[in-house]
């Protein structure tokens, strides 16, 4: 299964951004993290479906109700599968 990293650059930490990403990967079915980076930005490492992969990086641009995602970079890994989906801190 192929694993997409997501970096979201634009005001996206101390807005909500993290949990709501969380939930919206929990209910479509998504696995992976997502978690902070010190330099403001957002990363996010996801598996599923190419459907469905394509359906959360819509939720990825939209964000939380606060956040202001600016761009998103986009790159496809060859790595482990992932256990659900967790915000690392």
Do not use: C
Request: glycine share 10%; proline share 1%.
């Amino acid at each position: 299964m192929k694993t997409y990293h997501f970096l979201i650059k634009g005001r996206v930490q101390g807005v909500g951004y993290r949990i709501t990403t969380q939930l919206n990967a929990e209910r479509i079915g998504i696995n992976g993290i997502v978690k902070n980076l010190p330099n403001g930005d957002v990363e996010v490492f996801a598996q599923g479906e190419e459907n469905i992969i394509q359906n959360f990086k819509k939720y990825l641009k939209i964000g939380s109700i606060m956040s202001k995602v600016q761009s998103i970079e986009e790159s496809v890994l060859d790595r482990e599968e992932f256990e659900g989906f967790v915000t690392k801190y």
